[in-house]
Structure formats: structure tokens, C-alpha cells
């Protein structure tokens, strides 16, 4: 990505799986004069060193990467794109792994917090808050948005008495997402259609409480990334998928296709008020317009993906990323 000049180094957080899109927001924000340095966290510590000095003049904080030395304030703006766990050696004794990895992410956390008056895209406090399912279920209710009805348990007598109130017309997923980038994540991230069978003994939610939620009817899934008040829509129908039809992510890249939408004016507007109540700068928000045409929320993924709607729509979120982090 270039040598880095004096106080115009953009950080792109992220880690070495990550491809597409940070070298899209790297090649925006290079046309636009700004020196990107990507910093892959799952290097740190063993390929990256960080040196955190603080003294009653001031501070010196410095990232050593095998491809540059970069200062603390060098840097202008930072594009939290994936923050991934400390990677440690495989011989680490595992008595102490545990300790290292809780260190090293206590390192990097405090490292990061010299930045607290660096733009950022996203502030890592609101997008820790904001990846709340339930709060932001509550605040898109309350901008006006419909949502579904939704439950969140440990409780298997719950689940099993929100599953018979919906006639078994329900889904489940995580309450944090687990996506890595661009390509195919584990099986079990993906919302999923509950049948009465998976409830009968629902003894697994004692360890891992689960989202059961109101299955709506698809007429389109959409995508809709926002940044900085700009929405992307893309719309993908699913339906002659078997296996996408409870999750888009699930189809093969030839059952269906992403085709451009516009959100009613009234949609648009709820999901700006959302946005920025959550106080986000970036999100991914997933929608569902019924055959009926109502448009019902989801839930919105701050660092969810949107390489797809660039590759395959052109939308210029790439060079809408770098505007917001040079803003």
C-alpha cells in the first residue's frame, strides 16, 4: 500500500483473511491522497509490535510491522473493519495461552484508545453497544420501522411457548454474528427454520441462549449498506433456493442474483433516524419486503459485508467508506 507520509495514515483494522473490500477502501483512499496502512490484528503479537509510552508531556505510541513503522500521530482516520483475537503460537504452553490471548487483547485495546479523538468508521464503544439485537430491535420500533416479533431465551419451555404461539412459524439465529469476510462462514451462523423436533429437547440453551423470531414472508431479502446517510440497496429473491430460503447466504451464487432496489422515502428516512441513533457511521442492514410490499427490519451488522453489492451492482460504497474516513 505505499510508504506512509506524516499525518496521513488511514489504519484499516482488519486480519489476514479479509480480501475485496479493504483493498477497494485502500485504493479509494490513495486516489484521494491519504496513505491506508492495513493492520492485520490476528498478527499481533507475534508478526506486529506495539510500544505504548505515556509520560505527563505527553505520549508515544508505535506500530511495528514488517512493512512499516508507523507513529500514532501520523494517523488521521481508522476504518475498524474486523478486530480479530491475538494470534498465539501453536507450541504455547496451553496453560498459558489463555493469559497471553487476555493480554494481548488488553494491549491492543489500550493501544487503540490514543485514537480517542481520531475519526473513526466505526467509534468502537457505539459499535460494541450497537451490536445489541435487542436494543436495536427497540430503537428501530421506535423510529417507526416494523420488526417481528422476536424472542431471546435460555428457557427451553419459553422457546417451546413462542414456538406454538406462532403456529411453528419461526426462525432462529445468533445473537452476534460470526462472519470473517466475503466468503462462506460455518453452517451455524445462518438463521435457520425451527422445526417442532429441535425444541423437543432444547437442553443446548442452557449453555447458548438463542434469537427465535416471527418468520416473515420473502418476497425480496435486501442489503442495504449505510454510510454516513448514504444507503446501497441490493435485492436478492431466494425462494427457488431450498436452502436460502430461511437465509440468503445459504443459495448458490447461481440460484439467484443481487439486483438493484430503492427504499421507499418513509424506509429511508426510519433507517437514517436508526443509524444514527446507534450512533454508527457503517452498518449492513438486512430488511425483508413481504409479498405485500411492507417493509419489515431485521437487523443491522456494524461491520457486516458489502462487497458483493460493489462487485456485482457498481455501487461506489468503497469510495463512500474513504469519503466518510476523510470527512
Known sequence: MGKTSTRNV?????????????????????????????LDTDRFPLEIKLSASLAQNGFRHVINDRRARINADDVKAIWARKIWTPCMDENL?????????????AMLQGFLDVFHSTRWVNDLRQDQEAENKLRQLRIARDVGLR???TLTTNDPDQARAFFEELG???????????????G?????????????????DAEMLRHSPMVFQE????????????IDGQLFTGGIDASSSIKG??????????????????LPDDVASHLRSLMDKLGLV?????MIRTPEGEHVFLEVNPGGEWGMLERDLGYPISEAIADALLK
Open 215 to 226: 418468520r416473515i414472508s420473502k418476497a425480496c431479502e435486501f442489503r442495504i449498506a449505510f
Open 10 to 38: 488511514v489504519l484499516l483494522l482488519t486480519h489476514t483473511g479479509d480480501y475485496y473490500t479493504v483493498d477497494r477502501v485502500a485504493e479509494a483512499l490513495s486516489r484521494r491522497g491519504a496513505s491506508p496502512f492495513r
Open 184 to 200: 462462506p462462514a460455518p453452517l451455524f451462523v445462518y438463521t435457520s427454520v425451527v422445526r417442532e423436533q429441535d425444541l423437543a
Open 245 to 262: 430460503q430461511s437465509d440468503w447466504r445459504l443459495s448458490a451464487p447461481d440460484e439467484c442474483s443481487w439486483e438493484p432496489e430503492q
Open 93 to 105: 504452553d496451553p496453560q498459558f495461552h489463555a493469559l497471553c490471548v487476555n493480554e494481548s487483547s
Open 282 to 286: 457503517y452498518g449492513a442492514i438486512d
Open 168 to 182: 411453528g412459524n419461526v426462525v432462529a439465529k445468533l445473537l452476534r454474528p460470526l462472519s470473517i469476510s466475503m
Open 147 to 149: 420488526i417481528p416479533r
